[in-house]
Structure formats: structure tokens, C-alpha cells
């Protein structure tokens, strides 16, 4: 595969390639995983049942052919692409600059004209991509900093002797070193380092789907 390099908005860069051939075979399975959380307990005689959670995973894997007359299955996970025997197809890799372990993330039928694009679909292994978003930043923000300027403004502003006033502060502080996770977790997050994310998302599936359309140019 060649691959080309890319220069995100966040001045990180990447690499993305393109495998195009004939589906020669097309195998779609799926999974259902049914689990069931802890129950709540109410009292020594009352429970209610933990929530049910029903997930379906999705596997498909295509034989291709290209124009050499050699065939080679591509295995597509966390998506699927409409596609049957005959069909041209383009699958998407993508990786971080200098990474060679390069992942499916996107797939064009050039022949149906339907596309799947989408980074996230990678989940865990994004994590190799490293991508710098703010996260410890935006955490150390929303925990320390908050403790810092809570226990000085009750250490200046409580009442009582100087003694009293530093272990009223210092509770504050710990109160808000161990609520500052849940709140970052809940909204910070997604404010900072999940909206960069996010950003940074849009931009890589945009050059993806750029570069599928450009892969399938040649069969118009």
C-alpha cells in the first residue's frame, strides 16, 4: 500500500491509504452479547434488578481481487459496507505518522455508490494514535484547580481561629479533589477533550472520504 501522509488542525500528522478490487466474497456474521448490571439494593428484603444491556457487533469480511488477478479477504470491524459479488470496492487504512500497524476504518462501493467513513469505529486502538487533546490538562483542571481556589476562599473568608479555618479549607479541598473526577467525567470531558476529539474525527473521516472517492476515480 502507499501511503500518504496529512497534517491535522492540531499539527499532528497522519497516514492514509487505499486498497481497491473486485468483491469476489462477502461474509457478514453478527453477535449479540446480552449482559445485566449489579442490582440495587433497597433494604435486606428489596432489590431492583441491575438494567439489561443488549449489544450487537457486526463483522464482514470481503475477498477482493484486484487488477492483478490476486485475491486477498479484508476483514471490516465496527462497520459494515453494503457490497456483493462483482462490486468494486475501496477499503480505507489509516494510521499515525510512523506507525507501519494501520487499521480499517472506512470502505466505498464504487459500483452501489455507498460509503462508510468513521475513525471512531477503531475504539481502543485510537489510543496508539495518541492524539493531543488536552486530556491531562483539562482533568488537572477540573480537580486541582478547584480544590486550590475553594480551600484558599474558605481559609480567607470562614470564621473562627486560623487553626479552624485550615481544616475547614482542607476538607473542601479533598471534597473537591474527589467530586472534581465525577463532574470532569461528566461534563469537562466532553467540553474539552472530547470536543477536540471529536473535531479531529470529522477532519480524518473528511480526508478519508476524500481519499476513497479519489481511489475509484479510475473505474468511472
Same mark, same amino acid.
Request: some cysteine; aromatic content about 8%; hydrophobic content about 45%.
Given at each position: 500500500?502507499?501511503?500518504?501522509?496529512?497534517?491535522?488542525?492540531?499539527?499532528?500528522?497522519?497516514?492514509?491509504?487505499?486498497?481497491?478490487?473486485?468483491?469476489?466474497?462477502?461474509?457478514?456474521?453478527?453477535?449479540?452479547?446480552?449482559?445485566?448490571?449489579?442490582?440495587?439494593?433497597?433494604?435486606?428484603?428489596?432489590?431492583?434488578?441491575?438494567?439489561?444491556?443488549?449489544?450487537?457487533?457486526?463483522?464482514? /469480511? =470481503?475477498?477482493?481481487?484486484?487488477?492483478? #488477478?490476486?485475491?486477498?479477504?479484508?476483514? $471490516? +470491524?465496527?462497520?459494515?459496507?453494503? &457490497?456483493?459479488?462483482?462490486?468494486?470496492?475501496?477499503?480505507?487504512?489509516?494510521?499515525?505518522?510512523?506507525?507501519?500497524?494501520?487499521?480499517?476504518?472506512?470502505?466505498?462501493?464504487?459500483?452501489?455508490?455507498?460509503?462508510?467513513?468513521?475513525?471512531?469505529?477503531?475504539?481502543?486502538?485510537?489510543?496508539?494514535?495518541?492524539?493531543?487533546?488536552?486530556?491531562?490538562?483539562?482533568?488537572?483542571?477540573?480537580?486541582?484547580?478547584?480544590?486550590?481556589?475553594? /480551600? =484558599?476562599?474558605?481559609?480567607?473568608?470562614? #470564621?473562627?481561629?486560623?487553626?479552624?479555618? $485550615? +481544616?475547614?479549607?482542607?476538607?473542601? &479541598?479533598?471534597?473537591?479533589?474527589?467530586?472534581?473526577?465525577?463532574?470532569?467525567?461528566?461534563?469537562?470531558?466532553?467540553?474539552?477533550?472530547?470536543?477536540?476529539?471529536?473535531?479531529?474525527?470529522?477532519?480524518?473521516?473528511?480526508?478519508?472520504?476524500?481519499?476513497?472517492?479519489?481511489?475509484?476515480?479510475?473505474?468511472?
Amino acid at each position: 500500500m502507499d501511503f500518504k501522509e496529512f497534517t491535522l488542525d492540531n499539527g499532528q500528522r497522519i497516514r492514509l491509504a487505499t486498497v481497491t478490487g473486485t468483491v469476489v466474497s462477502a461474509k457478514t456474521s453478527r453477535s449479540v452479547t446480552v449482559t445485566q448490571g449489579d442490582p440495587l439494593v433497597l433494604s435486606k428484603d428489596v432489590a431492583l434488578p441491575g438494567s439489561i444491556t443488549t449489544t450487537v457487533r457486526t463483522r464482514q /469480511g =470481503l475477498w477482493l481481487q484486484d487488477d492483478r #488477478g490476486q485475491e486477498r479477504f479484508y476483514k $471490516l +470491524g465496527g462497520f459494515e459496507l453494503p &457490497a456483493r459479488e462483482g462490486h468494486d470496492v475501496s477499503i480505507l487504512f489509516g494510521a499515525p505518522a510512523g506507525s507501519s500497524d494501520a487499521s480499517i476504518f472506512g470502505a466505498m462501493n464504487h459500483t452501489s455508490g455507498d460509503a462508510v467513513c468513521d475513525v471512531m469505529v477503531l475504539g481502543t486502538a485510537l489510543r496508539a494514535w495518541r492524539f493531543q487533546i488536552g486530556t491531562v490538562s483539562s482533568f488537572l483542571m477540573w480537580t486541582l484547580l478547584p480544590a486550590l481556589v475553594i /480551600g =484558599l476562599l474558605v481559609l480567607m473568608g470562614a #470564621g473562627g481561629k486560623f487553626d479552624q479555618r $485550615l +481544616g475547614y479549607a482542607v476538607i473542601s &479541598a479533598i471534597a473537591c479533589v474527589i467530586a472534581g473526577p465525577i463532574l470532569w467525567m461528566l461534563i469537562g470531558f466532553n467540553l474539552g477533550p472530547g470536543s477536540r476529539m471529536n473535531e479531529l474525527a470529522s477532519q480524518i473521516n473528511q480526508l478519508g472520504r476524500t481519499a476513497l472517492a479519489q481511489a475509484g476515480s479510475h473505474l468511472a
